[in-house]
């Protein structure tokens, strides 16, 4: 076990700093200088992928999150429509399957008895076809897709899952351009969007240097009861993993929400007992983000703002903590600002004492009900 976990004192330590590694071989020999290659979905992917005219993805706890990361990407690109479901909900609902609409279906074991069950009820719904994003090639889940493309996150310990989380991202962001590419993206912004996607091992490198400053903050956290996580468009799914990590670990009570919905409800919770972490990437929701932070300064909450380091953000106007994230790109942004969230949770977590690689009452993969 301690030879397995290196330097490490947690495999989710390892993890973590697995993640460029990983990412990087989920991206190998899939995508070249112009795009995606061809067939990376299997024999008969690309000419199904044409008939694509929605998506709805099916997954549950940590690789949900990416599926509602993956919608706002796959609607944005490749403008097509996407609805994602927690695997629980959608097995026991009639959903409306219009035509042409692909499944897919997200989990690091390919084993968790929710999502297989979904995916075992879509075949009696009329779908396109099923595809799989699933970290084990031997898996239910891949065995009973008709396309796949794996996440090469090698074997992942912590029950809290990390690296499995980025590299799905990975392999949503290969099929994000590839729907997009086929619907006539702008041939500039795809060229972007690539180069971006190349780009993401070295960002979640530079983004795994924050340690010792996630450290420091981690202290501000050992003794609160609560805390809440904000974000806006992609990064609020980046937020609800943060705040999901922080849960399962640390045991401490979170919640995230879109930054706009903190006025209708959660501001009431609001006061100097409440840190307040906002997901703040550059982009054309930080203004709208950051009057969303005076609000929460206004009512003495303590802020911790993870901002983009291209991003004017006044440390006056928060008034708590700033660090700096170079997120490499608006695409693939969600992915390396996830980093500094794990680091966050692991640290809080071993502070406190708990068992961080396998946390009171949860299972690395549930295959009952
Ligand atoms: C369990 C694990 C989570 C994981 C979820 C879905 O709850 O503790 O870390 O995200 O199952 O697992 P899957 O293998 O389907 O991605």
Redesign the pocket.
């Known amino acids: 076990d301690a030879v397995e976990r290196g330097e490490y004192r947690h495999y989710m330590q390892k993890e973590i700093f697995e993640q460029p590694h990983a990412v990087s071989n989920t991206l190998e020999a899939r995508i070249g200088a112009s795009g995606v290659l061809p067939n990376i979905f299997g024999v008969g992917g690309d000419e199904l992928l044409e008939k694509v005219k929605g998506v709805h993805i099916i997954?549950?706890?940590?690789?949900?999150h990416a599926g509602m990361v993956a919608k706002y990407w796959i609607e944005d690109y490749a403008r097509l429509p996407v609805s994602v479901e927690v695997a629980s909900e959608y097995r026991y609902r009639e959903s409306v399957v219009p035509e042409g609409t692909l499944f897919i279906a997200?989990?690091?074991?390919?084993?968790?008895a929710d999502?297989l069950a979904a995916m075992r009820e879509s075949r009696r719904r009329g779908y396109l076809g099923t595809l799989a994003i699933c970290?084990v090639p031997e898996s239910s889940?891949v065995r009973e897709a008709d396309l796949k493309l794996m996440t090469r996150a090698g074997p992942e310990i912590g029950?809290?899952?990390t690296k499995?989380?980025t590299t799905q991202l990975a392999a949503l962001a290969l099929l994000t351009l590839h729907l997009a590419r086929q619907r006539n993206l702008d041939e500039a912004r795809h060229a972007d969007l690539c180069a971006q996607l190349h780009r993401l091992p070295r960002a979640l490198e530079e983004a795994l240097k924050l340690e010792p400053q996630i450290i420091e903050l981690s202290e501000r956290f050992v003794h609160r009861h609560h805390a809440l996580f904000l974000g806006r468009g992609a990064h609020y799914p980046v937020a609800l993993e943060g705040s999901l990590k922080l849960k399962?670990i640390s045991y401490i009570h979170a919640e995230a929400y879109p930054a706009g919905e903190l006025k209708h409800g959660p501001l009431a919770l609001v006061d100097e007992d409440m840190p307040v972490v906002a997901v703040a990437p550059n982009g054309p929701l930080l203004d709208k983000l950051k009057s969303n932070l005076q609000e929460v300064r206004a009512r003495g909450g303590e802020l911790i703002v993870f901002a983009d380091s291209a991003a004017y953000i006044d440390d006056n106007a928060t008034r708590g903590s700033i660090l700096r994230i170079d997120a490499g790109g608006d695409f693939i942004a969600p992915a390396v600002f996830t980093v500094p969230l794990q680091l966050l949770a692991y640290h809080v977590a071993v502070l406190r004492g708990t068992d961080v690689d396998q946390p009171r009452n949860?299972?690395?993969?549930?295959t009952v009900e």
Request: aromatic share 8%; net charge negative.
């Open positions: 997954a549950c706890g940590t690789s949900y997200i989990s690091q074991s390919g084993e968790t999502t970290n889940v029950v809290a899952s499995a989380f399962e949860l299972a690395k993969s549930v």
